[in-house]
């Protein structure tokens, strides 16, 4: 073999050694990585999810393809099909756990249209469907007035979806108020223990 010949495959030798460190590193750091979230989420009160986000930006930032984004939030179609637009898209924004309590409350609490009929049909003045529809006001005038004579008992009954729809969106404003409360008092209390986490991913990937 000639010497020509012995100094290229020294060169492959070198690359196929820096080749296999280039691999051995990295999965190195995936390793540690994952060591290290599990770590975190056994002292902290930060959610797993959370974490595997942070990791997935500092994946995204140093470049590494072979690592896909947390999976994007999702809202339930049958469930936001009456809801305000500006609530979905607030929605959207919150973390998943609290898109889930939210839909879960919105479930107990928001007004069903056949409730709504079931107290309309009582004879007026005892209609009760103001009333189930959180409109005290409007029930005491309807009372009063003996379902406006009859004719704003008559009139309810085409009037109905939109007294429904209307308190629905109410109970979603105000349900989403809540929740946005809850996602800051949450980023509040894990915004150092997340910059310690970033810090310490950083590290790892670096």
Known sequence: MSEKQEEILDKIRERVLEREKEIQLKQDK????DATLQ???????????EMERI???IRSSHGDPGKLKSESRYLPVPQIENLPATV???????????QEEFFEEYEIAHRKFGLSYLFWLIPPPFSGHYLYNNRPFTQLLYF???????????????????????????ISRKLLK???????????????ITSRIKEELNNLTG
């Open 144 to 170: 009063l007035t003996c379902g406006g004579f009859l004719i704003w008992w008559f009139a309810d009954f085409f009037r109905m979806p939109d007294i429904v729809k209307d308190e629905n969106r109410k």
């Open 88 to 98: 979905c898209e607030a929605l959207d924004k919150l973390p998943p756990i609290l």
């Open 39 to 49: 770590a975190l989420e056994a002292v902290t009160e930060v959610p797993r999810e």
């Open 55 to 57: 990791a997935d930006e």
């Open 30 to 33: 995936e390793a540690n990585l």
């Open 178 to 192: 809540k929740m946005m409360k809850q996602s800051l008092r949450r980023d509040g209390k894990n915004r150092l």
